[in-house]
């Protein structure tokens, strides 16, 4: 199952990546703004947003696919690789499999 971190910390992103690896998920880190975000971010299966570190269009844009494709969704001020660890037990709390 794949997972877009949208937001965080430039230099965590290697971190972000072996965070999700380690607990089943595959991450893809969008921690800067990128053209076209939204078609990047086809065939994910959850979205984490790390509100603290992140541009507004980024979160209008996450947001928006993750209600246009019905994906799950999990917020976190922090950016910390705790905080992600947090969010994707959320992911595996509400039935989803990594």
Known sequence: MSVAIVGGLDRLKRLY???CVD???QGKVFS????????????VNAIVIFTGTV???????ATRVARTWNIPLER???SS???LKRC???F???GMRA
């Open 88 to 90: 994707l037990e959320g």
């Open 92 to 94: 595996s709390g509400n």
């Open 55 to 61: 541009a507004h269009p980024m979160v209008e844009e």
């Open 23 to 25: 607990m089943g998920y």
């Open 32 to 43: 800067q703004r990128v053209p076209n975000l939204a078609n990047r971010m086809t065939g």
């Open 76 to 78: 976190s001020h922090s």
């Open 17 to 19: 990546e072996k965070k």
């Open 81 to 83: 690789v705790s905080a």
